[in-house]
């Protein structure tokens, strides 16, 4: 149970119809590591975790997590190997914080199991991973967004997975609020040894906190590797569109991107219109 | 929380007296006196096979709508849902109406008016689904089609009725929902129902929390939302059905109530489920002594011995007001 599981994702084909999104896409996730996925609007970052997940199933090619194929585990045994940290989240009307963290249970306990009275350790654990334990009877819709996110984060890792993924799980928060998910993400990682993948918009957060970078660009992966051999202005052009110079940090040692102006901005433009 | 219920179940004791009492033509001091073992046959009669029966009619169809109610807004995360917007009740009673105007059910076949109105609530469930298509996602624009499903529904039966207006009164009771002259048949049909369909509902608790929380969370964490929401949609057709066949298409309870039921015991579905099928039983217990109390004032006050107010017309004013109320505090934020 203890023992991390890996990504594999072989071939993969994926899109809606009249819209590929992901045109072969290879890529071995090593149990334990903490990747990094970046590129612009809609190049397939979002629709990779959520393959990866088994909330989608490949058109072509297979995703494996450690030994099992995603698509032939029922939705309930997927849930208790992988967690998904949405981009984004409804309203939950009369929810505590306590009562959301619980529904990440629902794996692990079934629907009879969730009808069960008690306090679940595991709730109690996420609960004080991310340090709401203090307001966990607060309601959530009456959180600040940089609080919200931590409970959302909090229900994910109730699911108690080997492997967490989270599509940009610093959308909509202040810097502030964007470091400390990001600390918490990799302090967890580092104590329990998770499988972590994340969608990053912020390159500077990427090259930061990330041990591996992998860019997709249209579909395909179009960089691997580790910051400091990704991040470099060939990177910035091709895969973000954006002219920049890279330094790097003097104390920590990373990358630091400094960006300038899109590139083509017209051309990009008509491309997509 | 178990404080709200006592007082919940308190407030229940209190309708269902008022309720005894609230008829015409016997006192309350009578009323005591028939249940201490009293009274004449007359009496007796009136209390144990007409007020008795009828108070408890009202308090199982106000669960069951209030439940199908909480469980409609659950599954589909609509505020705006309830069985009488969904096509569910409305379907139901077109179900009702044409089994009883074809002779495949009646007054004497209580269980073929049950089924009936299964199938036909089903079938209005059915052409909402189709109808709304791709805006499934999207409260208001359910809403809206819900709103077209029940009105051409409501045309339909209108339509049968024309064709057949066989046993007018009693399917005009249908349409407005009354409890006048409810007997034990329909309650010995009624709990059996309401009880297995009720229990359902709460077994399903987990999946419909977690499905109030957008079906993205709900598959992340491992619920096959489909099939959940399938058969959460089975239990609240099931129960509409139940409550449609025995007092009819009550307006507004199971649109209403479960946004009280859970301002009053929270979100989590274990406690909110059976807290809406107590303040569903109390509130259209409560309207149905309200409407007998004014029924008694109203003959008085026009001269007219036969006037009755049926529970249906009180319960869909009231609802009015309230989900005027319901539909100014809904919040649409995300995060």
């Known amino acids: ?143 600040s967004g940089g609080e919200r996110q931590r409970v959302r984060l909090a229900m994910a890792l109730a699911q108690d997975t080997r492997v967490l993924l989270l599509d940009e799980p610093t959308t909509y928060l202040d810097l502030h609020h964007q470091l400390d998910v990001l600390q918490t993400v990799v302090r967890l990682r580092e104590e329990r040894g998770l499988t972590v993948v994340m969608v990053l918009h912020d390159l500077a957060h990427a090259a930061r906190f990330a041990e591996r970078i992998v860019a997709l660009r249209e579909g395909r992966v ?26 790097e940090d003097p104390e920590g040692g990373w990358p630091v991107c400094y960006s300038d102006h899109p590139i083509a901005a017209i051309e990009y433009e008509n491309q997509i219109h | 929380m178990t404080r709200r219920f006592t007082a919940l179940g308190v407030l229940a004791v209190v309708c269902a007296a008022v309720e005894l009492v609230a008829g015409r033509g016997m006192s309350p001091g009578v009323v005591w006196d028939v249940l201490n073992g009293g009274g004449d046959a007359t009496e007796r009669h009136i209390l144990f096979q007409l007020r008795l029966p009828r108070l408890l009619v009202a308090l199982g169809a106000g669960a069951c709508l209030a439940v199908a109610g909480l469980v409609l807004q659950s599954a589909l995360r609509n505020p705006l849902a309830g069985p009488e917007v969904t096509g569910v009740t409305p379907g139901a009673v077109l179900g009702a109406v044409t089994a009883t105007a074809l002779g495949l059910a009646g007054w004497d076949s209580p269980l073929a008016v049950v089924l009936a109105a299964c199938a036909g609530g089903c079938a209005g469930a059915a052409l909402l689904w189709l109808l709304a298509g791709r805006g499934r996602g999207d409260p208001a624009q359910t809403a809206v089609h819900g709103v077209l499903v029940s009105a051409v529904l409501g045309g339909l039966t209108a339509m049968v009725l024309l064709v057949e207006p066989g046993e007018l009164g009693s399917v005009v009771q249908w349409l407005v929902g009354t409890t006048e002259g409810r007997v034990w048949e329909h309650w010995h049909l009624l709990w059996p129902w309401a009880l297995v369909w009720g229990v359902a509902a709460w077994l399903l608790a987990g999946p419909l929390t977690l499905l109030r929380c957008g079906d993205d969370i709900a598959l992340a964490a491992g619920l096959s939302a489909r099939r959940a929401r399938t058969l959460a949609l089975m239990c609240a057709v099931a129960l509409t059905a139940g409550a449609v066949a025995a007092v009819g298409a009550l307006g507004f309870i199971g649109l209403l109530v479960p946004h009280l039921a859970v301002a009053v015991f929270g979100a989590d579905l274990r406690r909110s489920l059976p807290g809406a099928a107590l303040t569903g039983a109390v509130v259209v217990c409560g309207a149905d002594a309200v409407a007998q109390l004014s029924s008694r004032l109203l003959a008085t006050a026009l001269d007219s011995g036969r006037l009755t107010l049926p529970v249906g017309a009180l319960t869909a004013c009231l609802g009015a007001a309230l989900l005027l109320l319901v539909v100014r505090r809904t919040p649409s934020r995300t995060f």
Request: aromatic residues 2%.
């Open chain 1, 1 to 143: 149970m203890n023992e991390s599981v890996g990504i594999h994702v072989e071939g993969v084909h994926f899109g809606y119809p009249g819209r590929p999104v992901l045109r072969g896409v290879d890529l071995t996730v090593r149990p334990g590591e903490l990747t990094a996925l970046i590129g612009l609007n809609g190049c397939g970052k979002s629709t990779l975790l959520r393959l990866a997940a088994g909330l989608l199933k490949p058109d072509e090619g297979r995703v494996l997590l450690g030994e099992d194929d995603v698509t032939r585990l029922s939705r309930r045994a997927t849930a208790r190997k992988v967690a998904l940290l949405h981009q984004s989240a409804p309203a939950v009307p009369g929810m505590t914080v306590r009562h959301l963290v619980r529904q990440g249970r629902y794996a692990a306990r079934g629907p009879l199991g969730m009808l069960r009275e008690g306090d679940d350790p595991v709730v109690r654990r996420a609960l004080r991973d991310v340090g709401v334990e203090d307001w966990a009877d607060r309601d959530v819709d009456a959180l």
């Open chain 1, 222 to 247: 179009a960089a691997d590797g580790a910051p400091k051999q990704v991040v470099t202005p060939g990177l910035l052009a091709e895969v973000l569109q954006v002219a920049g110079r890279v330094g």
